[in-house]
Nanobody, 121 residues
Framework: QVQLVESGGGYVQPGGSLRLSCSAS????????TAWFRRAPGRDREFVAA????????YYADSVRGRFTVSKDHARNTVNLQMNNLKPEDTAVYYC??????????????WGQGTQVTVSS
């Protein structure tokens, strides 16, 4: 089993940046893709970005493409989400999850507990 824990959330002004991390523990030798999702108050959960095990294939939602970058640090068993030019509509709880098919399209399991990102002036 793989356990995922998110960190790095916080409060930032519009136009600012944050870097989220999804740290894995347990059976980290499993070949799985990792994705970031978010849920804003009163809204459904939304896909943000995903990366395959190798780190060579990355996928983004249209709403974040060009502003967010997903990357993988194999040495630290961590997937990072660099978020630049943040907007108030990026405010949400951000979660990471794993896809053990490796394709990067789900199904998504082993959800972390989430980290809050608030973008406000």
């Amino acid at each position: 089993q793989v356990q995922l824990v998110e960190s790095g959330g916080g409060y930032v002004q519009p136009g600012g940046s944050l870097r989220l991390s999804c740290s894995a523990s347990g059976d980290t030798n499993s070949n799985y893709a990792t994705a970031w999702f978010r849920r804003a108050p009163g809204r459904d959960r939304e896909f943000v970005a995903a990366i395959r095990w190798s780190g060579g294939n990355k996928y983004y939602a249209d709403s974040v493409r060009g502003r967010f970058t997903v990357s993988k640090d194999h040495a630290r068993n961590t997937v990072n989400l660099q978020m630049n030019n943040l907007k108030p509509e990026d405010t949400a709880v951000y979660y990471c999850a794993a896809d053990f098919t490796g394709r990067g399209s789900g199904p998504w399991t082993n959800w972390g507990q989430g980290t809050q990102v608030t973008v406000s002036s």
